[in-house]
């Protein structure tokens, strides 16, 4: 059985095949909770976690609201981690049917997610349809100024190559502004299921397209959503672009880690891409992979899959995902990588700097506090000189 609402983040990836792989990951699921509680003390099972790729708004037949997102935020997880922040675009910019564009699609998602401070926006660009002008998204961060922490780019659902120049003003206005770039990303190669259902290469979202724009702005932050794809040579393809682009200094790519390994506990990419990403001739560098879930999408939203809900599902990824962390690493870098991956990364890379307004009033506050202490250096200088003659 092919997941409906993996078609639409990744595409065709199937999520719970079957009733047993069902029953089996609810064994998975209760026996991890168990263990989970072991580790409460730790700080890997008591972090701060911050979810870099989430969604509200339309996808098929759903409607996701902020109700949706509550069930995760409103209090703490059952080990003990608390969803500090979710990172949040509007799916109904990015569902085919029913598109909303730029405009519309941020009005949507400001009603829906109103003032909430755990509700970090993403603002949906759509250069298909603007022919890569940017001045309806350039409204919009005017018009809301500290809104929005990054864009959010969907090449397969607008069937736009991310290598096309379309993209190239989006990103020129991310780099004045300094906005992280989230782009879907997706399989560079066929991918055969059971049953004979073929999960074909992406035209669109590949690794290597993202990363053909991303060096033409090189100081721009762009992360690739999924990971490439759910596994194996997908998620290594992007892999190879991460390392490449740190390797020759050409880009600034990261990668979210959402769907990656999702229907085992086991999470071998995961810590293939730390391990490579640790290892650089640049040194470690897994500042660059991200937390993420693509909630409340799949099983992350509505009944759950399988007689598993939601929260249940999205607790069950942060266990597997720690533990396996924690079985590949020792006691000290597991703690490490762990409040990275989950926390600090995604804090450095959305909300630690810069360009926001903010911090645009803040320079101007801080250049008119340094020409004010100039001019009164200057005066108290004179006076002093004065001063000094007068008393000569
Ligand atoms: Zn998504």
Known sequence: MINQAALFCISDMPVC???????SANKIYTKEIAISSNFSGNISFKGKIIDSHVHVGKFGKEFYTQQDLDIFIKSPLRNGDTIEKMIVSNSSCIDTEGILNEIDGHKQLIKIVGNNPKIAAIAVCQPNLTNGKTKFIEKIFKENPGRYVGLKFHPRSMQLAANDKRYDNYMRFANKHKLPCLFHSDRTYDKHYEGGYVGKRCNYSRPEQIYELARRHKNVPVVLGHMGGNEGRNTKAAVDVIVDSIENNSATLYADI??????TAEKPDIIEAIKRLKNTSQGDKTDRLLFGTDAPIGRFGGKGEFGIKPFDAYQKVIVDVKNSIRQAFSPEE????IEKIFYKN???LFFSKKNTSLNLKTKIIASCTTILSAALILI???KHNKNNRTAV
Not at 17 to 23: I, L, R, V
Request: one cysteine or more; glycine letters at 4%.
């Open 17 to 23: 095949k079957t009733k047993s792989s069902a029953k």
């Open 258 to 263: 959402s769907w990656v390994n999702c229907d």
């Open 334 to 337: 597991a703690d490490a990588l």
């Open 346 to 348: 995604a804090q450095d």
């Open 380 to 382: 108290c200088g004179k």
